[in-house]
C-alpha cells in the first residue's frame, strides 16, 4: 500500500541556519512526490513537486527538494531559514490510479531568533 | 481573485444537525476534491469528482454526501453530526488527476458540540 513517512513531527532550528525536512514514500511505481506547507490557520500552499526528470528541484521561497529512488526518499531543503517559515510541512504522493494525494504525518517547523 | 474559495470558513454546530461547506474554483480545473485533516493534523482525502463524476469514494460514512452540480463547484453535505466529525475539511482542484498541482482552499473548521 502506498505511504508517506515524515519521521520527524517538530523541529526546531535557528534563523539563518539550514533545515532539512525527511520524507520516504513507499509506492509501486515511479511517484509523483511533492511537498506542501500550511500556515497555522491558512490552507495548502505547494512548495515544489517531482515528476520526472532533474532529482534536484527547486520550489518556491529558496526551498529545493531532492528524489533519491534508492532510498526512497525525497527530503526538503533550505540553506537558510527565515522565521517567516516556522509552519507544519506535508509530503504527500500522488496515486495515480485512484487520482488523489497521500500526505504525511507533517512536520512542524520552529524558528528561534 | 481567490483560485480555491469554500464557505463557511468557521462552523460550530450541534450534534445530529445537517450542514453543508461550499466549494468553488475558479481555475476551469476537471478535477475537486475533499480531503479532511484531523486534531493531529494528519490529511487524507474523502471525495473525488472529475468532470462532475464520483472518482474516489474513499472509507467514508453515508452521512457525508458530495454534490457537484458544474465543474466550477463541489459540494459537502453532512447529515447528523457527530462529535467525531469536528474538523478542518480542505477543498482542493486540478486540472486532471495526480499529474498536476492541487490547489487547496482555505479550509472549513467544523466544530461539532
Known amino acids: 500500500a502506498q505511504s508517506v513517512t515524515q519521521p520527524d513531527i517538530h523541529i526546531t532550528v535557528s534563523e539563518g541556519a539550514s533545515l532539512e525536512l525527511r520524507c520516504n514514500y513507499s509506492y509501486g511505481a515511479t511517484p509523483y512526490l511533492f511537498w506542501y506547507v500550511q500556515s497555522p490557520g491558512q490552507g495548502l500552499q505547494l512548495l515544489l513537486k517531482y515528476f520526472s526528470g532533474d532529482t534536484l528541484v527547486q520550489g518556491i521561497k529558496g526551498f529545493e527538494a531532492e528524489f533519491k529512488r534508492s532510498q526512497s526518499s525525497f527530503n526538503l531543503r533550505k540553506p537558510s531559514v527565515h522565521w517567516s517559515d516556522a509552519a507544519e510541512y506535508f509530503c504527500a504522493v500522488g496515486a495515480i490510479w485512484q487520482g488523489n494525494l497521500i500526505f504525511g504525518k507533517g512536520t512542524k517547523l520552529s524558528v528561534k531568533p | 481573485d481567490t483560485a480555491v474559495s469554500q464557505t463557511p470558513k468557521y462552523l460550530v454546530t450541534q450534534m445530529g444537525n445537517d450542514k453543508s461547506i461550499k466549494c468553488e474554483q475558479n481555475?476551469?480545473?476537471?478535477?475537486m476534491y475533499w480531503y479532511k485533516q484531523d486534531s493531529k493534523k494528519f490529511l487524507k482525502i474523502m471525495f473525488s469528482y472529475n468532470n462532475k463524476e464520483l472518482i474516489i469514494n474513499e472509507t467514508v460514512p453515508n452521512r457525508f454526501s458530495p454534490k457537484s452540480p458544474d465543474k466550477a463547484h463541489l459540494n459537502l453535505h453532512i447529515n447528523s453530526l457527530e462529535l467525531g466529525d469536528s474538523a478542518v475539511y480542505f477543498c482542493?482542484?486540478?486540472?486532471?488527476?495526480?499529474?498536476?498541482?492541487?490547489?487547496f482552499g482555505p479550509g472549513t473548521r467544523l466544530l461539532v458540540l
Open positions: 481555475l476551469g480545473h476537471d478535477t
Open positions: 482542493a482542484s486540478s486540472q486532471d488527476r495526480v499529474q498536476e498541482t492541487q490547489y
